[in-house]
T-cell receptor, first 112, second 114 residues
């Protein structure tokens, strides 16, 4: 049973537009959520996180929204830039229960 | 501060052999986790070590094992390799066991089993 799902394997947007990446989870015990970005031939890098006590966290062009009732989170990138083209992984877990569970990733392509 | 390093970066082995991968965490980080990434499977958690003790383990067969040394460096071993073990193996370090600590990943070791 996959506890963290990214249902869109890929997303393509035009430069300057908004990119919205989605993630669903099933475990109601998850209380911390993170997004990582991965370029080819590199390991994932931490992008932004949110705890379950918040419903929004913003860092520059990146905003993560959490809807606990729907068990859904999303990452908004505004405006999208070609350098944002990468695989984005959603991760979730419980603070007291070890390391995170990752989704399968969404490949974002930002076209110039 | 140097990042997480993994050696070797690429490895080709044949079925039945065993392999050992190495990971050096960021200085001061005591937690090291290992992940397997295969196409379409995301990042699958293998295990986590903290202070030379395995603290968490994912759903992988016993052929996958690891250890951590007193300097926090970690090794992962896979015995009796199978074709399905071909993957990118990622190591990640963090300061502590608190799940909220974001992890810092190394570039990975690309293992190909033929």
């Amino acid at each position: 049973d996959q506890q963290v799902k990214q249902n869109s394997p890929s997303l393509s947007v035009q430069e300057g537009r908004i990119s919205i990446l989605n993630c669903d989870y099933t475990n109601s015990m998850f209380d911390y959520f993170l997004w990582y970005k991965k370029y080819p031939a590199e390991g994932p890098t931490f992008l932004i996180s949110i705890s379950s006590i918040k419903d929004k966290n913003e860092d520059g062009r990146f905003t993560v929204f959490l809807n606990k009732s729907a068990k859904h989170l999303s990452l908004h990138i505004v405006p999208s830039q070609p350098g944002d083209s990468a695989v984005y992984f959603c991760a979730a877990g419980n603070t007291n229960a070890g390391k995170s569970t990752f989704g399968d990733g969404t490949t974002l392509t930002v076209k110039p | 501060k140097a990042g997480v390093t993994q050696t070797p970066r690429y490895l080709i082995k044949t079925r039945g052999q065993q392999v050992t991968l190495s990971c050096s965490p960021i200085s001061g980080h005591r937690s090291v986790s290992w992940y397997q990434q295969t196409p379409g499977q995301g990042l699958q958690f293998l295990f986590e070590y903290f202070s030379e003790t395995q603290r968490n383990k994912g759903n992988f067969p016993g052929r996958f094992s690891g250890r951590q040394f007193s300097n926090s460096r970690s090794e992962m071993n896979v015995s009796t390799l199978e074709l399905g073990d071909s993957a990118l193996y990622l190591c990640a370090s963090s300061f502590g066991l608190d799940w909220g600590n974001e992890q810092y990943f190394g570039p990975g070791t690309r293992l190909t089993v033929t």
